[in-house]
């Protein structure tokens, strides 16, 4: 079985800060992480791989320093590590960033299964992964809590959804997004980092010569879609506490003010 993890490295966001002039991102001086839907994402493919042979390709997009989050994967139990890396990539939007991560799973090929996180926690769109399974013209299955290999080499797969959880029986070939619900992720093990952490040649290089996308389709201009403004929404939510003397006071005092603001 051969599976790929899209991995995104994404600033830490405890930290993150907007320059409130241009509306970028502050990404100097600011650590960078693995996604963490992608991690849980990762640990369902090397679950998959501790109970069968299967060989895990982690592909991430970004510029050099990304690879951090790739050697990460390899130290963690990857077979092989790509990272898609050129000027002409910058500023992608999600449907760029989608042309050019299946462009290089096309290149990867016989792929059985891809995994992807929901949603990045600096761009947060979640729309990535169901592009990618557009483009490749696969199925899909967003929101994953719960995967089963079954006797007919079928995946079983559950999804989270706020109206319950849904249980589907798929093909492969197929694209999951990973939920923090699915697993608890690994730590890399010592051996790992000693092995892949600082050795430069363990990351794959692919660039813009290496895959077969359309220059106009890519990168800023490429993109359909531009930010407008990015900034810190102000928290103005007051809360009130109601004070009835007993159950119904208090029941007839909320009731009141829902009232008031015409919610009911
Ligand atoms: C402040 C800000 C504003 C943005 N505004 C827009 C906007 O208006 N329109 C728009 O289209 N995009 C926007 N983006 C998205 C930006 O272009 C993204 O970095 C990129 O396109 C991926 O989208 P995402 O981060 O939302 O990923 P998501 O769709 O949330 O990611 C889902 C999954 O896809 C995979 N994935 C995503 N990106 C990569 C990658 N580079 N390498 C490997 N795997 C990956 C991961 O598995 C991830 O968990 C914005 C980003 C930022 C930081």
């Not at 830490?12 to 963490?36: A, C, F, H």
């Not at 080499?153 to 694209?175: A, H, I």
């Amino acid at each position: 079985m051969k599976i790929i993890v899209c991995l995104k490295q994404v600033p830490d966001t405890n930290e993150v800060k907007i320059n409130q002039e241009t509306g970028t991102l502050i990404r100097d001086g600011v650590p960078s992480i693995m996604n963490p839907d992608d991690k849980n994402a990762l640990e369902a493919a090397l679950q998959l791989k501790d109970n069968e042979q299967a060989h895990i390709v982690a592909l991430s997009m970004g510029p050099p320093q990304a690879k951090e989050v790739l050697q990460e994967a390899l130290s963690m139990g990857v077979d092989e590590a790509i990272l898609i890396s050129d000027r002409k990539f910058g500023g992608s939007d999600t449907w760029a960033t989608a042309t050019i991560l299946s462009a290089a799973i096309k290149k990867i090929a016989d792929y059985d299964i891809i995994f992807c996180g929901r949603q990045a926690i600096d761009g947060d769109t979640a729309q990535v992964g169901p592009e990618i399974a557009e483009f490749l013209n696969i199925p899909q299955i967003t929101y994953v809590k719960e995967i089963h290999k079954t006797p007919k080499n079928t995946l079983e797969v559950s999804r989270f959804t706020e109206y319950g959880d849904y249980t589907y029986e798929v093909k492969t070939p197929v694209l999951l997004t990973a939920i923090k619900e699915l697993n608890t992720p690994r730590y890399p093990n010592v051996k790992g980092i000693l092995e892949h952490f600082g050795k430069t040649d363990s990351v794959q290089i692919f660039t813009f010569d290496d895959l077969p996308v359309d220059a106009t389709q890519i990168g800023l201009k490429g993109s359909p879609t531009n930010v407008f403004r990015s900034f810190v929404p102000v928290k103005n939510k007051h809360s009130e506490i109601l004070h009835g003397e007993t159950v119904k006071d208090s029941t007839n005092l909320l009731v009141n003010k829902l009232a008031e603001a015409n919610l009911i």
